[in-house]
């Protein structure tokens, strides 16, 4: 937590800088539409998302902040779209991206996702530690999903090596305990609609309101079959 506020003070920082700059290419203005998605990816998303530059672009060091390289085009409007409307709401989403997004336009959306889409994904260092069964373990989840609670193999929609495909994100090299998180966001927006339609006069505030087809599916693996494809898909390349 205190690496997070060191982080976000870092941010802040930026944030203020940026209103004081006037050139539009060194602008860390995120509320200037004539400021370029690329523009921005350089001086503002770099500061958690991994370098722009050189050759570490978009690749994170941080597990927090999920890797944007080689992430699909498509699944990347998408989601700044869901920071930017709110409908993407977990703790990590509110305190770090919806104020980052507030004053996106379309054009700076289409060139951020334009940007970290054709970067190159680098091999997770964080993989050489992982327990090799669990790795195991979580290939075979990957491959055959759980038959006895009738979830299907992920490599159905993520593709053979999770590289992803439109909307369905890649997850192949991505941080296991970002990747561990998210699973636990769409557990537990399952566990969320299952009480309101027990009780539909419950608000139901789903987490991430376009992750209806990863519900069943989260909650169909124990904790540790989800830290197991977790580390699974973080070794891939
Ligand atoms: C202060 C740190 C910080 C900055 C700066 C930041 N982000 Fe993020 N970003 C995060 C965190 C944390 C998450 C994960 C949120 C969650 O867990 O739901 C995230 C998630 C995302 C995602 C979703 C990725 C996925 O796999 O679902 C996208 C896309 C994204 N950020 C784009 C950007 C862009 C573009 C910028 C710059 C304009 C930016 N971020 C700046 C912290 C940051
Ligand atoms: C029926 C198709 C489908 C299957 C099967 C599937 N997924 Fe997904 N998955 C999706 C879609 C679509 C999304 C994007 C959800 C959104 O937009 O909020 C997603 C998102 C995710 C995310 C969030 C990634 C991020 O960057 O935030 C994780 C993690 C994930 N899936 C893991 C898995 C695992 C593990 C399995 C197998 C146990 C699996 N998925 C099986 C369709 C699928």
């Known amino acids: 937590m205190k690496q997070i506020a060191k982080i976000l003070t870092l941010s ?5 800088l940026g209103a004081c700059s006037t050139g539009l290419d060194r602008s860390r203005s995120l509320g200037n539409p004539q400021v370029s998605g690329h523009v921005l ?3 503002v998303c770099s500061i958690c998302h991994g370098d722009v530059g050189n050759s ?3 690749n994170s060091v941080n597990p927090t902040f999920p890797n944007l390289a080689g992430q699909q085009a498509v699944y990347l409007e998408a989601e700044m779209q869901e920071f930017h409307e709110h409908t993407r709401k977990d703790d990590a989403a509110q305190a770090f991206m919806w104020g980052i997004a507030r004053d ?3 054009e700076q959306i289409k060139q951020l996702a334009e940007f970290y889409s054709h970067q190159t ?3 997770n260092p964080a993989a050489a530690k992982a327990d090799p069964a669990m790795v195991a373990a979580g290939q075979k989840i990957f491959n055959e999903g759980n038959l006895e609670k009738a979830v299907p193999p992920c490599m159905a929609c993520h593709g053979s090596n999770a590289e992803g495909n439109g909307p369905i994100p890649r997850l192949a090299g991505q941080h296991a305990d970002y990747l561990y998180k998210q699973l636990m966001v769409f557990n537990n927006d399952a566990e969320r609609e299952a009480e309101h339609e027990k009780n539909p006069s419950m608000h139901e505030d ?7 087809a990863m519900e069943g599916i989260a909650h169909g693996l124990s904790d540790e079959q989800k830290h197991e494809v977790a580390l699974y898909l973080q070794s891939l390349k």
């Not at 802040?12 to 203020?16: D, F, P, Q, R, S």
């Not at 789903?206 to 209806?212: F, M, Q």
């Open 121 to 123: 994904p680098l091999p």
């Open 56 to 58: 570490v672009n978009g």
């Open 104 to 106: 996106f336009t379309p």
């Open 206 to 212: 789903i987490e991430r309101a376009h992750g209806v």
């Open 41 to 43: 990816a350089q001086q």
């Open 12 to 16: 802040a920082v930026a944030l203020t």
